[in-house]
């Protein structure tokens, strides 16, 4: 409806017209912090191409160098590792730079790194433009650059706007993944790494032109704000002020369950299906467009899911959510290594639907609960449970190429993490929550 994304402010008092008619109420127009959303929306999906395309390389490089699929996982797991530990320092990086500023440098940095795949010959080079610079470019785009535009620009519709944002990376997915599953497959790995690159650069002209980072450069409050917010001086120290939100959040009990929970969540999504379900499905003589084109359906209904999450999460506690998503996430995981086949089937699709539903279902209400407990530091808190994700997504990454390489298949994976899932599930449940009435920035009243 118009009425929710738009907004009006009080009209200053009405005076006739020379011809003493009324002008009538001011006009209506949508609030321009849907507009900012709608580009960090394209931005996002600019950054996922690259995201799009590890799980299609594995078989083409260890056939072209040799490399094992450990050292090929090494990388992914630089790059997956580095995805999260930039993110807490590119949010205070915002704060000192602006957003538009860390965006566009990132997204250049993606594209560079990409870009010299293509002359790549040792492992070495593959750690360094894979692992290393888009690691680091893509971790400045990472959801702690959706967490401050939706805190900066929204006080209302948090929780949907974090669902749409959050769908953005499945978007990209779903965008890139059959497009360069083709190209590998039709005109070898290197054009796909170039696909991938000029999509990045392609993305930068619309962050520098049309990217604010405040409502107030513009004049406006933030969207359902009652009153206009100044736009705050810049933040020095970005790393300082970094650790120092890690130190007083590790001090507090809820920042390690949310960091542990979605450590999990990180490990049996971006680690091992993103990574491993080609090759896994191409060990069951499945084709790889095949595989590829089920990644893409968990993409189409990741972003269905995620945006039910956002509005969920505006109504219902977050952790309760969580708990229900993690719990089905490692059911459906269980399933998984009997459903691999030569063939797409109805039970497979089936786990694709119910699998892309809860993708990332668990940003929405993860962000909430950062948002509540840790007040004005959250989006540099959520950076830090970020970088938690990531690491889990890294450390599975490269355990998932060592295990193939180990026992030929890997189905050990599929079990370990359906029963991490169920871990995660009962760590959501015993977060506290906090008293109300707290505002600011870390509560020292929660602690461990």
Same mark, same amino acid.
């Given at each position: 409806?118009?009425?929710?994304?738009?907004?009006?402010?009080?009209?200053?008092?009405?005076?006739?017209?020379?011809?003493?008619?009324?002008?009538?109420?001011?006009?209506?127009?949508?609030?321009?912090?849907?507009?900012?959303?709608?580009?960090?929306?394209?931005?996002?999906?600019?950054?996922?191409?690259?995201?799009?395309?590890?799980?299609?390389?594995?078989?083409?490089?260890?056939?072209?160098?040799?490399?094992?699929?450990?050292?090929?996982?090494?990388?992914?797991?630089?790059?997956?590792?580095?995805?999260?530990?930039?993110?807490?320092?590119?949010?205070?990086?915002?704060?000192?730079?602006?957003?538009?500023?860390?965006?566009?440098?990132?997204?250049?940095?993606?594209?560079?790194?990409?870009?010299?795949?293509?002359?790549?010959?040792?492992?070495?080079?593959?750690?360094?433009?894979?692992?290393?610079?888009?690691?680091?470019?893509?971790?400045?785009?990472?959801?702690?650059?959706?967490?401050?535009?939706?805190?900066?620009?929204?006080?209302?519709?948090?929780?949907?706007?974090?669902?749409?944002?959050?769908?953005?990376?499945?978007?990209?997915?779903?965008?890139?993944?059959?497009?360069?599953?083709?190209?590998?497959?039709?005109?070898?790995?290197?054009?796909?790494?170039?696909?991938?690159?000029?999509?990045?650069?392609?993305?930068?002209?619309?962050?520098?032109?049309?990217?604010?980072?405040?409502?107030?450069?513009?004049?406006?409050?933030?969207?359902?704000?009652?009153?206009?917010?100044?736009?705050?001086?810049?933040?020095?120290?970005?790393?300082?002020?970094?650790?120092?939100?890690?130190?007083?959040?590790? @001090?507090?009990?809820?920042?390690? #369950? =949310? &960091?542990?929970?979605? $450590?999990?969540? *990180?490990? %049996?999504?971006?680690? !091992?299906?993103?990574?491993?379900?080609?090759?896994?499905?191409?060990?069951?003589?499945?084709?790889?467009?095949?595989?590829?084109?089920?990644?893409?359906?968990?993409?189409?209904?990741?972003?269905?899911?995620?945006?039910?999450?956002?509005?969920?999460?505006? @109504?219902?506690?977050?952790?309760? #959510? =969580? &708990?229900?998503?993690? $719990?089905?996430? *490692?059911? %459906?995981?269980?399933? !998984?290594?009997?459903?691999?086949?030569?063939?797409?089937?109805?039970?497979?699709?089936?786990?694709?639907?119910?699998?892309?539903?809860?993708?990332?279902?668990?940003?929405?209400?993860?962000?909430?609960?950062?948002?509540?407990?840790?007040?004005?530091?959250?989006?540099?808190?959520?950076?830090?449970? =970020? &970088?938690?994700?990531?690491?889990?997504?890294?450390?599975?990454?490269?355990?998932?190429?060592?295990?193939?390489?180990?026992?030929?298949?890997?189905?050990?994976?599929?079990?370990?993490?359906?029963?991490?899932?169920?871990?995660?599930?009962?760590?959501?449940?015993?977060?506290?929550?906090?008293?109300?009435?707290?505002?600011?920035?870390?509560?020292?009243?929660?602690?461990?």
């Amino acid at each position: 409806m118009l009425s929710d994304v738009t907004q009006t402010t009080k009209p200053p008092a009405r005076t006739a017209s020379p011809s003493g008619a009324d002008p009538g109420p001011r006009r209506t127009r949508i609030h321009r912090a849907w507009f900012v959303a709608a580009v960090t929306f394209v931005t996002i999906i600019g950054a996922a191409a690259f995201r799009s395309l590890p799980g299609l390389l594995i078989d083409p490089l260890h056939e072209e160098f040799h490399w094992s699929r450990g050292t090929i996982g090494l990388a992914v797991s630089v790059n997956l590792a580095l995805y999260g530990l930039t993110a807490p320092f590119a949010a205070a990086l915002m704060d000192r730079f602006g957003i538009r500023k860390v965006v566009a440098v990132a997204l250049v940095v993606i594209s560079l790194g990409s870009g010299l795949t293509v002359w790549m010959d040792s492992a070495w080079q593959l750690l360094l433009c894979w692992g290393l610079l888009v690691g680091l470019g893509s971790g400045s785009m990472a959801l702690a650059f959706a967490a401050t535009v939706t805190n900066r620009w929204f006080t209302a519709r948090r929780g949907l706007v974090t669902g749409i944002l959050t769908a953005a990376s499945a978007s990209g997915q779903l965008i890139f993944l059959p497009v360069l599953s083709w190209v590998v497959k039709e005109h070898d790995w290197r054009p796909a790494a170039v696909t991938v690159a000029l999509a990045a650069l392609a993305v930068v002209p619309f962050v520098w032109l049309l990217l604010r980072d405040h409502p107030a450069d513009v004049g406006l409050k933030p969207y359902g704000a009652d009153a206009f917010v100044p736009k705050p001086p810049p933040v020095d120290g970005a790393a300082r002020r970094t650790l120092k939100v890690l130190r007083d959040a590790a @001090r507090t009990g809820p920042f390690w #369950l =949310l &960091a542990g929970s979605f $450590a999990i969540c *990180g490990a %049996s999504t971006n680690g !091992l299906v993103q990574t491993h379900f080609v090759p896994a499905a191409h060990d069951a003589h499945m084709p790889v467009q095949a595989a590829a084109s089920l990644l893409a359906v968990i993409g189409v209904f990741d972003v269905v899911g995620t945006i039910a999450s956002g509005w969920f999460t505006d @109504r219902f506690d977050a952790r309760r #959510l =969580l &708990a229900v998503y993690y $719990a089905l996430r *490692g059911v %459906s995981l269980l399933f !998984l290594p009997i459903l691999l086949a030569p063939a797409v089937h109805p039970p497979m699709l089936l786990f694709i639907v119910f699998y892309g539903l809860d993708w990332v279902a668990t940003v929405p209400p993860t962000l909430a609960l950062c948002r509540e407990q840790y007040g004005e530091d959250s989006a540099i808190v959520f950076g830090w449970v =970020l &970088a938690s994700h990531q690491i889990g997504a890294a450390l599975v990454a490269f355990l998932g190429g060592v295990a193939r390489d180990t026992f030929g298949s890997y189905d050990v994976m599929w079990y370990a993490s359906g029963a991490l899932c169920a871990a995660a599930a009962l760590m959501a449940l015993v977060i506290r929550r906090r008293e109300p009435g707290g505002s600011g920035s870390l509560p020292a009243s929660v602690s461990a």
